[in-house]
């Protein structure tokens, strides 16, 4: 789908307006986004606003943190700069910024790891994989707990889960 505007450039910016019962839709470019004023005028909704919404309100007291200097030393972006924009500046930032931003992923997603969709025909093997993991995590707690018992019976899970997934 082209820009709505200058008809040249793919659109990538989707607004809908439903004003009383009359639906509007709008499609534009980045750049003809950018240079349309009444767009950031009359949509108080903007990623950046929405991630400020995030941050700022409902945080945990263990989750609160002060936004300080700390930088990306290969893109540097802050934190603050981050919360402005909407978007970090590199795959670093996410190792730079990790403390800050999981309870951010966690808000929005519900979890911190993401695990996706699989499809149901072919996923069987890609469930059993997750399955092991987590039984095998599950081990390690036992063990170092010291509960043999409980860590043998799940050591025998993971044998007889890995033997499906040898056999599928």
């Given at each position: 789908m082209l820009c709505d505007e200058c008809q040249k450039r793919p659109a990538t910016v989707h607004m809908t307006k439903i004003i009383q019962g009359q639906k509007e839709e709008i499609h534009l470019c980045e750049v003809c986004a950018k240079?349309?004023?009444n767009i950031s005028l009359h949509n108080p909704?903007?990623?950046?606003?929405?991630?400020?919404?995030?941050?700022?309100?409902?945080?945990?007291?263990?989750?609160?943190?002060?936004?300080g200097d700390e930088m990306c030393q290969e893109c540097g972006m802050t934190f603050l700069r981050f919360k402005q924009e909407g978007r970090l500046g590199c795959e670093a930032c996410y190792e730079v910024f990790e403390k800050k931003l999981n309870p951010l992923i966690k808000k929005i997603q519900g979890n911190q790891q993401h695990v996706g969709k699989v499809?149901?025909?072919?996923?069987?093997?890609?469930?059993?994989?997750?399955?092991?993991?987590?039984?095998?995590?599950?081990l390690q707690q036992l063990i170092e707990a010291e509960e043999f018992e409980s860590a043998a019976n799940i050591r025998d899970e993971i044998r007889d889960k890995e033997e499906q997934i040898k056999n599928m």
């Open positions: 240079n349309k004023e909704f903007t990623i950046p606003n929405f991630l400020t919404s995030l941050l700022d309100t409902n945080m945990s007291p263990q989750h609160s943190f002060v936004y499809p149901r025909r072919t996923g069987g093997v890609i469930h059993l994989k997750r399955e092991v993991k987590q039984l095998k995590q599950r």
